[in-house]
């Protein structure tokens, strides 16, 4: 059976609105419920958090149960629709498992989606058409709302603003890094500044705790001594494929295809071996911010990410300047990512 695919091999052909037709848990989410979230007893917020998300899928069950479609009902018949959730707290303490619990424990209609894919769908599509399409979901799971840059949260507010006119609920989680977690509270100001009186129809439910990730081996013979063409031959995907590509040949495709279709990517893989990986310099903002989204999606895709560079720490992937400049939440979230997922090795 063939377990390895080529950049010119995948299918970028699907059209745009698949994205949203298909989207559900990501790969990476899939297994997480309730059950499986366990609360740290240091932090009471995190039982607080998981039985309050509980209670809203009950209270959103009840809610679509109640309400009539039909238009002259709803007059008589008035139902109280549950608040939206803004899901605060510092990056790894189980933000996305409880939005993907959500998804999981709640049987009707549903949409997982990050906030950097519903910007670039807006940016294809209109902000119109894009609640249109989304508000046929009771819930919209809306993944690392962003605010520090104020253009893009924005649209989100007016997204939001949009989507507030319809039956769906959003619930959303924040996208703190460890390095800001000072700005923590600034974070919440911004957004509530931000949120104008849209806020009184959000719940806010911080979550304190500290990062529950941890380091897991994924590759099962030693890679000390291996080149990476070695470690791609012996590596066996478990479902997917396995693509082998020289970095200058990624980030030229990563401009011809909209950042939408990076999805195709990442959940066609098992595996990504990337040649010859070098830092971005600061002319190339552009190209790291496409390389930061594919790296999103190869997280929620699950995939193992392996590289040969002459950087020795990851974290000198970026020029300073992109790592401090507008994007530092992109490229921080991203290097941390790389963290957890990639495998450096020598090039030859
Ligand atoms: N309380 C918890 N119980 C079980 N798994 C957890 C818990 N908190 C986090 N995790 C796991 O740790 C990882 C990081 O959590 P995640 O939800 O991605 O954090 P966040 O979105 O807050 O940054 C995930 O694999 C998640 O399943
Ligand atoms: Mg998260």
Same mark, same amino acid.
């Given at each position: 059976m063939k377990n390895a695919i080529s950049l010119n091999e995948?299918?970028?052909?699907?059209?745009?609105?698949t994205i949203i037709n298909q989207n559900t848990i990501p790969p990476k989410f899939k297994g997480c419920s309730f059950d499986n979230y366990i609360p740290n007893k240091d932090y009471p917020s995190q039982k607080q958090a998981k039985e309050r998300l509980i209670e809203l899928v009950q209270q959103i069950e009840t809610f679509k149960r109640k309400t009539p479609k039909n238009k002259l009902l709803r007059k008589l018949i008035k139902t109280s629709k549950p608040p939206h959730i803004y899901l605060d707290g510092v &990056?790894?303490?189980g933000k996305t498992h409880l939005l993907a619990s959500i998804g999981n424990a709640y049987r009707g209609k549903k949409l997982f989606i990050s906030f950097s894919e519903l910007m670039y769908l807006i940016a294809y599509y209109t902000l119109l058409d894009v609640v249109d399409m989304l508000s046929?979901?009771?819930?919209v799971l809306l993944?690392?709302?962003?605010?520090?840059?104020p253009g893009d949260a924005m649209m989100g507010i007016n997204f939001i603003r949009e989507i507030n006119k319809t039956d769906t609920v959003v619930i959303a989680t924040s996208n703190t890094l460890p390095s800001q977690l000072g700005a923590r509270k600034l974070d919440m100001l911004t957004f509530k500044a931000r949120m104008g009186s849209l806020i009184n129809s959000f719940e806010t439910i911080i979550i304190d705790g500290e990062d529950y990730r941890f380091k897991q081996?994924?590759?099962?013979?030693?890679?000390?001594?291996?080149?990476l063409k070695e470690i791609f031959g012996k590596y066996q995907p478990k479902e997917k494929l396995k693509l082998y590509v020289n970095f200058e040949e990624l980030i030229e495709k990563l401009k011809e295809?909209?950042?939408?279709?990076y999805r195709n990517i990442a959940y066609s893989l098992d595996a990504l071996f990337i040649e010859n990986l070098r830092p971005f310099n600061d002319m190339e903002l552009m190209d790291a911010l496409r390389f930061t989204y594919l790296i999103d999606m190869l997280y929620y895709g699950d995939v193992n990410i392996f590289a040969s560079s002459n950087?020795?720490?990851?974290?000198?992937? &970026?020029?300073q300047d992109l790592k401090e400049g507008k994007f530092k939440t992109k490229i921080g979230r991203c290097l941390s990512r790389l963290e957890e997922k990639c495998v450096l090795v020598k090039p030859d």
């Open positions: 995948l299918d970028f052909s699907s059209p745009i609105e &990056f790894g303490v046929q979901y009771d819930i993944d690392e709302f962003e605010v520090d840059d081996p994924s590759l099962n013979f030693s890679i000390s001594n291996s080149n295809i909209h950042p939408t279709r950087i020795d720490n990851i974290w000198n992937l &970026f020029h």
